[in-house]
């Protein structure tokens, strides 16, 4: 028979333990048997949480990539609690979204990789970004122009540059993420970032750069000093 949660020792149990030890004392099979409720017949909730774990390295980046139809694979989780996992952690990805929209100017590619990574985190395919600043490098707004599959996008030129014409923008930091997690530009990622440079000197439009991003790297193409 498995320990069930009720059949454990109050202070044991991840509600109370949340309740008077408080959130940091709570292991993250406990957080997600919390979350699911109950689990089979022949195991707890925390036991089926520890599988879905197991089963994503124990990295909760890997769990957040999982889709809802992939966490229903794991024995004892339906749809509506394949829902909550993924809602509860959409909220996670979410969180660093509001704290980058605080960031007022760009002024490094390290500060525009610390803005713009919470935008790629778990992401299983490409999507190329546009953020558009001012003359003081504040950004006025940041747009998705294209997503595609694991191994490209397209970013079109014309959308890029009609979008920071309606923005009324003085410059452009390019951005799209690897979810290979290798860094290094392609060879149409290098073909691009030049054309676009090229056009955009051309209406007076300076692109400042352009970031590829993986979950723990980046590559600035200003600073290796290959924009043009």
């Given at each position: 028979?498995?320990?069930?949660?009720?059949?454990?020792?109050?202070?044991?149990?991840p509600?109370?333990?949340?309740?008077?030890?408080?959130?940091?004392v709570?292991?993250?099979?406990e957080?997600?048997?919390?979350?699911?409720?109950?689990?089979?017949?022949?195991?707890?909730?925390?036991?089926?949480?520890?599988?879905?774990?197991?089963?994503?390295?124990?990295?909760?980046q890997?769990?957040?990539?999982?889709?809802?139809?992939?966490?229903?694979?794991?024995?004892?989780?339906?749809?509506?609690?394949?829902?909550?996992?993924?809602?509860?952690?959409?909220?996670?990805?979410?969180?660093?979204?509001?704290?980058?929209?605080?960031?007022?100017?760009?002024?490094s590619?390290?500060?525009?990789?610390?803005?713009?990574?919470?935008?790629?985190?778990?992401?299983?395919?490409?999507?190329?970004?546009?953020?558009?600043?001012?003359?003081?490098?504040?950004?006025?707004?940041?747009?998705?122009?294209?997503?595609?599959g694991?191994?490209?996008?397209?970013?079109?030129?014309?959308?890029?540059?009609?979008?920071?014409?309606?923005?009324?923008?003085?410059?452009?930091?390019?951005?799209?993420?690897?979810?290979?997690?290798l860094?290094?530009?392609?060879?149409?990622?290098?073909?691009?970032?030049?054309?676009l440079?090229?056009?955009?000197?051309?209406?007076?439009?300076?692109?400042?750069?352009?970031?590829?991003?993986?979950?723990?790297?980046?590559?600035?193409?200003?600073?290796?000093?290959?924009?043009?």
């Amino acid at each position: 028979m498995p320990t069930t949660i009720k059949s454990m020792p109050a202070y044991e149990r991840p509600r109370e333990k949340l309740l008077n030890r408080g959130r940091d004392v709570v292991s993250n099979a406990e957080l997600i048997g919390l979350l699911i409720g109950s689990g089979t017949k022949n195991m707890s909730a925390i036991q089926v949480a520890s599988k879905i774990l197991e089963e994503s390295n124990n990295d909760l980046q890997v769990l957040a990539r999982k889709s809802i139809n992939d966490l229903k694979k794991f024995k004892g989780i339906g749809e509506a609690k394949a829902i909550l996992i993924y809602a509860a952690l959409e909220l996670g990805r979410r969180k660093p979204l509001v704290e980058a929209s605080k960031v007022p100017r760009l002024t490094s590619s390290r500060r525009t990789y610390e803005f713009l990574h919470p935008y790629f985190a778990d992401l299983t395919h490409e999507e190329f970004y546009a953020i558009y600043l001012n003359r003081s490098n504040k950004v006025m707004a940041v747009r998705q122009i294209s997503k595609g599959g694991l191994s490209g996008t397209v970013a079109d030129g014309k959308v890029i540059f009609h979008k920071a014409l309606e923005e009324r923008a003085s410059a452009i930091i390019l951005a799209h993420n690897h979810p290979s997690g290798l860094v290094d530009p392609s060879p149409s990622d290098m073909q691009l970032t030049k054309s676009l440079h090229k056009f955009g000197a051309m209406i007076d439009l300076q692109i400042l750069d352009h970031l590829i991003i993986t979950d723990n790297n980046y590559f600035s193409f200003a600073d290796e000093g290959i924009l043009g």
